[in-house]
């Protein structure tokens, strides 16, 4: 079930905003609010629900063991059997079919007969669950936070349907103290509703029509693409992940708010940035600092000579690109991404700085849309002749932007431009407080913007979501 269907707006969400508002306790909230997590995870991955809880229960009565090891050596000799067994889960589902894959390659060179795996079916949100419990783990190792004896709260906080399937990913010390007692304001339940819709009209009215257009020149035979209908189509692919994912934060936080949870920001508007370091501070903040706080700090960080640093650069973005799929274009495209981090670490960065800021912009847009590229390819070949393709390498192309340039997306594609900046949120500060018709005004706005988000989504049978296969 995701955010941006009918099924959710109109069945699943009034009813668990009904049942929460009617029990009084928290306790009771955090009971229903489990419950309908497990119903609504289950509802689309029925028995791998099973895969959910076994992390939960693995690395709940984990952090117990730790927290009542007598000495050190017991504590990490538990710590790493949980990672173990946890990373191990995300392992079978989610690498295991690519391991025997490139196995089997090994394997043919050796004249060795190859390895057979029935495909594994990918949990929905694994990545984000799994890494969620570790974290909790790590920290309850650390002394970062206290441990939670109640199994019911350690479900919660790993279930919680607003952020379940694509984050963000949740620190355990950020809610421990809203799953002991929280309170419904109406100030904040009126400003989860405004974040809920405004990231579905970014979802339906931004990323879907601009991904669709996409879909269509990634789908189209590389070699044949003019430069112009390849640049199109991988600027229309960044939108429509930022949209997209960034939307289903802004969704995420949204109800958070309205359950009585203050969940913390996933996106700063990362095409803003100007330097790829930067970029990775604005773009999937949660991802991010999980990966800076638990791998490139224990690796050494920046307190090591600088060649360890950027290897550890290297690394961490290694796997922070395995982590988004079993393949080996993610895996390129997070070292493209460890590369220009290194590189502005060891001196590109203060030669960017003397640039103007449209030029510092430019440098790191053309990074990320190359990485994008690599990102949204099927394999290495398709990535190379799609590269090629956007350099004008084709000698005679037969698909160009204006065959897919109409009205409708340019007017997105410069609503996209626009929505991508601070621009809305400058305007409405600035708005804010200036008369009761300002704010009738803006009641109007979100009211039509959802009513016209929802008319589309009915009328549309093309409704992605890009990060369900992490």
């Given at each position: 079930?995701?955010?941006?269907?009918?099924?959710?707006?109109?069945?699943?969400?009034?009813?668990?905003?009904?049942?929460?508002?009617?029990?009084?306790?928290t306790?009771?909230?955090?009971?229903f609010?489990?419950?309908?997590?497990?119903?609504?995870y289950?509802?689309?991955?029925?028995?791998?629900?099973?895969?959910?809880?076994a992390?939960?229960?693995?690395?709940?009565?984990?952090?117990?063991?730790?927290?009542?090891?007598?000495?050190?050596?017991?504590r990490?000799?538990s710590?790493?059997?949980t990672?173990?067994?946890?990373?191990?889960m995300?392992?079978?589902?989610?690498?295991?079919?690519f391991?025997?894959?490139?196995?089997?390659?090994?394997?043919q060179?050796l004249?060795?007969?190859?390895?057979?795996?029935m495909?594994?079916?990918?949990?929905?949100?694994?990545?984000?669950?799994?890494?969620?419990?570790?974290?909790?783990?790590?920290?309850?190792?650390?002394?970062?936070?206290?441990?939670?004896?109640?199994?019911?709260?350690?479900?919660?906080?790993v279930?919680?349907?607003?952020?379940?399937?694509?984050?963000?990913?949740?620190?355990?010390?950020?809610?421990?103290?809203?799953?002991?007692?929280?309170?419904?304001?109406?100030?904040?339940?009126?400003?989860?509703?405004?974040?809920?819709?405004?990231?579905?009209a970014?979802?339906?009215?931004?990323?879907?029509?601009?991904?669709?257009?996409?879909?269509?020149?990634?789908?189209a035979?590389?070699?044949?693409?003019?430069?112009?209908?390849?640049?199109?189509?991988?600027v229309?692919?960044?939108?429509?992940?930022?949209?997209?994912f960034?939307?289903?934060?802004?969704?995420?936080?949204?109800?958070?708010?309205?359950?009585?949870?203050?969940?913390?920001?996933?996106?700063?508007?990362?095409?803003?940035?100007?330097?790829?370091?930067?970029?990775?501070?604005?773009?999937?903040?949660?991802?991010?600092?999980?990966?800076?706080?638990?791998?490139?700090?224990?690796?050494?960080?920046s307190?090591?000579?600088?060649?360890?640093?950027?290897?550890?650069?290297?690394?961490v973005?290694?796997?922070?690109?395995?982590w988004?799929?079993?393949?080996?274009?993610?895996?390129?495209?997070?070292?493209?991404?460890g590369?220009?981090?290194?590189?502005?670490?060891?001196?590109?960065?203060r030669?960017?700085?003397?640039?103007?800021?449209?030029?510092?912009?430019?440098?790191t847009?053309?990074v990320?849309l190359?990485?994008?590229?690599?990102?949204?390819a099927?394999?290495?070949?398709?990535?190379?002749?799609?590269?090629?393709a956007?350099?004008?390498?084709?000698?005679?192309?037969?698909?160009y932007?204006?065959?897919?340039?109409?009205?409708?997306?340019?007017?997105?594609?410069?609503?996209?431009?626009?929505?991508?900046?601070?621009?809305?949120?400058?305007?409405?500060?600035r708005?804010?407080?200036?008369g009761?018709?300002?704010?009738a005004?803006?009641?109007?706005?979100?009211?039509?913007?959802?009513?016209?988000?929802?008319?589309?989504?009915?009328?549309?049978?093309?409704?992605?979501?890009?990060y369900?296969?992490?």
């Amino acid at each position: 079930m995701v955010f941006s269907s009918t099924t959710f707006l109109f069945v699943f969400l009034p009813m668990v905003l009904l049942g929460h508002t009617l029990l009084r306790t928290t306790t009771g909230r955090n009971v229903f609010l489990l419950i309908t997590s497990l119903l609504f995870y289950a509802w689309g991955e029925g028995p791998f629900v099973l895969v959910m809880l076994a992390a939960i229960f693995i690395n709940h009565f984990a952090a117990i063991q730790i927290a009542r090891a007598p000495d050190a050596h017991t504590r990490k000799r538990s710590l790493i059997y949980t990672i173990v067994c946890s990373l191990g889960m995300l392992v079978v589902f989610k690498y295991a079919n690519f391991i025997v894959d490139n196995l089997n390659i090994v394997l043919q060179t050796l004249s060795i007969k190859p390895l057979y795996l029935m495909p594994v079916h990918l949990p929905i949100g694994i990545s984000f669950f799994i890494f969620q419990s570790v974290s909790y783990v790590l920290d309850v190792y650390r002394g970062d936070t206290e441990v939670q004896r109640k199994i019911s709260r350690t479900a919660l906080y790993v279930a919680l349907f607003p952020q379940l399937i694509a984050g963000p990913i949740v620190r355990y010390t950020d809610v421990a103290a809203q799953m002991q007692d929280r309170t419904i304001r109406r100030d904040a339940f009126a400003a989860g509703v405004q974040r809920f819709i405004i990231g579905l009209a970014k979802k339906i009215l931004l990323a879907d029509p601009l991904g669709y257009v996409a879909d269509q020149l990634f789908g189209a035979p590389a070699g044949a693409l003019g430069a112009d209908a390849a640049w199109l189509g991988v600027v229309c692919y960044a939108f429509q992940i930022y949209f997209d994912f960034s939307a289903y934060s802004d969704m995420a936080i949204g109800l958070g708010r309205m359950l009585g949870f203050q969940f913390l920001e996933n996106f700063n508007y990362p095409y803003i940035a100007a330097s790829v370091r930067e970029f990775w501070r604005r773009w999937h903040i949660s991802l991010s600092t999980w990966f800076r706080d638990y791998l490139y700090i224990p690796l050494g960080g920046s307190r090591i000579t600088a060649r360890r640093t950027y290897f550890n650069l290297l690394i961490v973005f290694f796997l922070c690109g395995l982590w988004h799929g079993a393949s080996w274009n993610f895996a390129a495209w997070g070292l493209l991404h460890g590369l220009f981090l290194a590189l502005e670490r060891a001196g590109l960065d203060r030669w960017i700085q003397r640039l103007p800021v449209v030029l510092r912009h430019a440098y790191t847009l053309f990074v990320v849309l190359i990485g994008w590229v690599l990102f949204r390819a099927e394999d290495g070949a398709h990535a190379w002749q799609y590269l090629q393709a956007m350099a004008g390498w084709n000698a005679a192309p037969t698909y160009y932007a204006t065959f897919y340039f109409d009205p409708e997306t340019l007017l997105t594609l410069l609503a996209a431009t626009v929505f991508c900046t601070p621009l809305y949120p400058v305007l409405e500060r600035r708005l804010s407080g200036q008369g009761v018709w300002v704010e009738a005004l803006r009641l109007l706005f979100l009211l039509g913007l959802f009513a016209f988000s929802v008319s589309t989504l009915v009328n549309s049978t093309y409704n992605p979501f890009i990060y369900f296969r992490f």
